[in-house]
């Protein structure tokens, strides 16, 4: 009894040195990768522009050590009936630029909530590492607006039971795009373009500051700005993102340095460790009794362990989804769209519009990833676009439903004879 307590203490300083290990390499991490030009200490300038009915407010602000502070407000009156032509707006924003002292700032446009297109959408999870080609392709079904015809950007707002859910802002470039070249025939060039978020949005990561009822919307563009860069919507980069460079260079010597420390510092209590579970080794193998259930409950592990290879192989024998929808679209021809994908285990649903219905089905059959595709529902002539509207359903090639599989009960190990 005594070398079983031995062992379950042993085990939980054995635990506890391992979490205090983690959190010290967690932030080692951070000070070892620390770069001076991060977005939290490195200051930053913005003048913020919006656009509102008789008027434009704009406020320059500024950010140090991530405080942000408002350093200047204006304000210009125009017709109340109607929203500054784009030349107004260019006007204001230089005179501002001059009254505030905000020259070499970053410029930022706040567009009016009305110009604006807010959808809260939901994606399989499996399509995280592509949202930016995902939100672009699905953006004629989210809007009635192309992407090639608008402003717009996406944050995540959620992820759980396999789906992940986008925050997608959209506006028209054709209303925003006069405003962007009169700024830039004033030698003011936007590198942002911010929207006013609904209630039940702008408390989310990257626009916690827009939770100022009260501030005007131009103060809001200069925290929407000057905030992460990572979390906050900017319709000017049409839903692109950058991945960041971790700086190796700079502190790799002094990592090594500290890990040379860190050895010569675990040295000496991995030693005592080390002649203690020696002692302890040698208990347990005196127990023989002991030792033989642990090698039956290994045999249990290992059993189990095969199992779950076994069910982990049933996945890789399905298609990838995306696989499959990048080679429909390759298969449609250019003059049909969809309307609505559906894809399960082993079969494919397709709807949407064709100059010619009839054509797409040997399109499809030959592809290496369908089979038996047919149409699950007479087609019918759209008298409006003159184009065929068609159902198609279809198998995936070499899919199986996986079953779920029984988990079969362990014969209890026979007493040994001594």
């Given amino acids: 009894m005594s070398a079983i307590k031995s062992t379950n203490m042993t085990g939980s300083a054995a635990s506890a040195f391992a979490s205090k290990l983690t959190a010290l390499t967690g932030l080692l991490r951070k000070v070892l990768l620390f770069s001076p030009s991060d977005d939290r200490v490195y200051p930053r300038n913005n003048l913020?522009?919006?656009?509102?009915?008789?008027?434009?407010?704009?406020?320059?602000?500024?950010?140090?050590?991530?405080?942000?502070?408002?350093?200047?407000?204006?304000?210009?009156?125009?017709?109340?009936?109607?929203?500054?032509?784009?030349?107004?707006?260019?006007?204001?924003?230089?005179?501002?630029?001059?009254?505030?002292?905000?020259?070499?700032?970053?410029?930022?446009l706040v567009l009016p909530g009305s110009w604006v297109i807010v959808k809260k959408v939901e994606f399989p999870s499996t399509v995280r590492e592509n949202l930016s080609d995902v939100v672009r392709y699905e953006m004629d079904r989210i809007t009635p607006i192309s992407p090639d015809e608008a402003y717009y950007d996406f944050r995540i707002i959620g992820e759980d039971s396999g789906r992940?859910?986008?925050?997608?802002?959209?506006?028209?470039?054709?209303?925003?795009?006069?405003?962007?070249?009169?700024?830039?025939?004033?030698?003011i060039r936007v590198g942002r373009l911010c929207v006013p978020l609904p209630k039940e949005y702008d408390r989310g990561p990257g626009v916690s500051s827009l939770a100022k009822q009260d501030a005007p919307p131009s103060v809001a563009g200069v925290y929407s700005s000057l905030g992460s860069e990572n979390n906050g919507l900017n319709l000017l980069r049409k839903g692109a993102r950058v991945q960041e460079k971790t700086p190796y260079l700079v502190t790799l010597l002094l990592l090594i340095t500290l890990s040379a420390m860190g050895i010569f510092y675990m040295a000496a209590p991995l030693r005592v460790e080390t002649k203690r579970l020696r002692d302890i080794s040698a208990q347990v193998s005196a127990k023989k009794e002991e030792a033989r259930k642990v090698e039956l409950l290994q045999k249990d592990v290992e059993a189990m362990a095969s199992e779950i290879a076994t069910?982990?192989?049933?996945?890789?024998?399905?298609?990838?989804?995306?696989?499959?929808?990048?080679?429909?679209?390759?298969?449609?021809?250019?003059?049909?769209?969809?309307?609505?994908?559906?894809?399960?285990?082993?079969?494919?649903?397709?709807?949407?519009?064709?100059?010619?219905?009839?054509?797409?089905?040997?399109?499809?059959?030959a592809s290496k990833y369908l089979r038996k595709v047919e149409m699950s529902s007479p087609t019918f002539r759209d008298p409006k676009t003159n184009m065929d509207r068609f159902v198609i359903k279809m198998e995936i090639e070499g899919a199986k439903k996986i079953e779920p599989i029984t988990p079969q009960k362990a014969e209890a190990p026979k007493n040994e004879k001594k």
């Fill in 164 to 187: 992940i859910s986008l925050l997608v802002a959209v506006s028209r470039a054709d209303t925003v795009s006069p405003y962007i070249s009169s700024l830039g025939q004033k030698g």
């Fill in 48 to 108: 913020s522009a919006a656009i509102e009915k008789g008027r434009v407010s704009v406020s320059f602000g500024s950010k140090f050590l991530s405080r942000i502070s408002i350093r200047g407000t204006k304000e210009y009156l125009f017709d109340d009936a109607r929203y500054p032509l784009p030349e107004d707006v260019a006007s204001s924003a230089a005179a501002a630029i001059r009254d505030l002292g905000a020259s070499g700032a970053d410029v930022a």
């Fill in 311 to 365: 069910i982990n192989n049933f996945k890789p024998t399905q298609p990838v989804a995306l696989n499959i929808l990048k080679e429909i679209t390759t298969q449609l021809p250019n003059t049909s769209w969809l309307t609505r994908f559906r894809i399960t285990e082993t079969t494919v649903d397709l709807e949407g519009y064709a100059k010619s219905a009839n054509e797409l089905l040997p399109k499809l059959e």
